[in-house]
């Protein structure tokens, strides 16, 4: 007979758990602000990295957004269709690049101001000081969880 596993002694604060949990509520706060400008949160991310560095070779642009490649593509694919960004063959062939396009910028345009109403709500809540430090704290999670 297998003996149960005794859960008294387990952890409930699991920064996985925490960390999912906050990143769904803002994320759906993000989504929320940003639904009437026909971008969600993380096409919106997509497009500001594309916007502030061209151009991105889609294994850079992983690399920021801390994503697999596979899921990279298939996040681009709308964005593609709806000629918000574009992807071609890089100088090195293996390579391929990711632009945003001057529509991409016109819709990141018309998102920012939403944007920012859902940045304020946060850092607000925060205060700046505290939403500053907790940036930072994220920032260095990252490197943790990337074995850095």
Not at 71 to 92: A, C, F, M, Q, Y
Not at 126 to 141: F, H, K, P, S, V
Request: charged content about 30%; hydrophobic content about 40%; proline content about 4%.
């Amino acid at each position: 007979m297998t003996k149960k596993p005794n859960f008294d002694d387990t952890p409930l604060h699991c920064a996985c758990f925490s960390l999912r949990k906050a990143a769904r509520a803002v994320t759906q706060l993000y989504d929320d602000t940003l639904r009437p400008s026909g971008l969600r949160a993380t096409q919106f991310s997509v497009l500001q990295h594309l916007a502030s560095e061209r151009p991105f070779t889609m294994s850079a642009l992983a690399d920021v957004l801390v994503t697999d490649r596979t899921t990279l593509t298939r996040n681009l694919k709308p964005l593609i269709e709806r000629g918000l960004v574009k992807t071609e063959v890089g100088d090195d062939r293996r390579q391929r690049t990711v632009t945003i396009t001057d529509e991409g910028e016109i819709a990141l345009g018309r998102a920012l101001p939403l944007w920012r109403q859902a940045q304020a709500r946060i850092v607000d809540g925060l205060a700046a000081e505290r939403w500053d430090g907790m940036e930072q704290d994220l920032e260095a999670t990252v490197l943790v969880a990337q074995g850095e």
